[in-house]
């Protein structure tokens, strides 16, 4: 299943893919010249560019290495199966 929604997001056509997961249906559209709503699109790009600016490189640095300690010490109780 995987394997066929990464090769449906790879293909080269600008048509949108429809991906399921858990039930949920979810379209993906791609974005770039062939964008219909260019206006959109570069809303979006800003928006993400903005969002890139929200941590320093340095506290993003020191978040990556506190996900990392997070997930090996996990979040239950020794004791609690």
Known sequence: MR??????LRAEDARPVELLS???RNEVVRLGSETRD????EALREAMRRAS???SPEEAERLK????????EGTRPIDRP
């Open 3 to 8: 394997t066929a929604s990464w090769r449906a």
């Open 22 to 24: 858990d039930g949920v």
């Open 38 to 41: 260019d206006e959109s699109a």
């Open 53 to 55: 600016r929200i941590f």
């Open 65 to 72: 290495q506190d996900i990392y300690r997070w997930r090996e």
